[in-house]
């Protein structure tokens, strides 16, 4: 998995190579995301396997969100083998630029 920041939002990146879409399940309950997988192959009766070092079966990841994240609008796509969580950041923890009072207006402030 690979996390990155953004201004308004942050995004999670899984690799699931090999996976059908149709077994992953990603669920959000009391601030944890969940992200489930099953792979599974199937081999012919003349096909004998002699080495297996790709992990078959189910698979889960959780990771705990942040307070400052919009967990009731996750969104998650799958494409060319790899996850993609989008996550928004709540309007309130975004970075926001403060405006710095000059002369007479300080003295509001005190300064």
């Known amino acids: 998995m690979d996390g990155l920041r953004r201004a308004d939002e942050v995004l999670l990146r899984f690799d699931l190579p090999g996976i059908d879409p149709d077994t992953i399940d990603v669920s959000v309950d009391r601030g944890v995301l969940t992200v489930s997988a099953h792979r599974q192959e199937t081999y012919g009766d003349d096909e004998r396997l002699f080495i297996r070092e790709r992990p078959m079966g189910d698979f889960t990841r ?22 993609a969580v989008r996550i928004p950041v709540l309007e309130t923890a975004r970075p926001r630029k403060v405006q710095v009072l000059k002369g007479n207006e300080a ?5």
């Open 62 to 83: 959780r990771v705990y969100l942040s307070e400052h994240l919009d967990a009731d609008h996750v969104e998650a796509a799958y494409r060319d083998g790899v996850l």
């Open 107 to 111: 003295k509001a402030i005190g300064g």
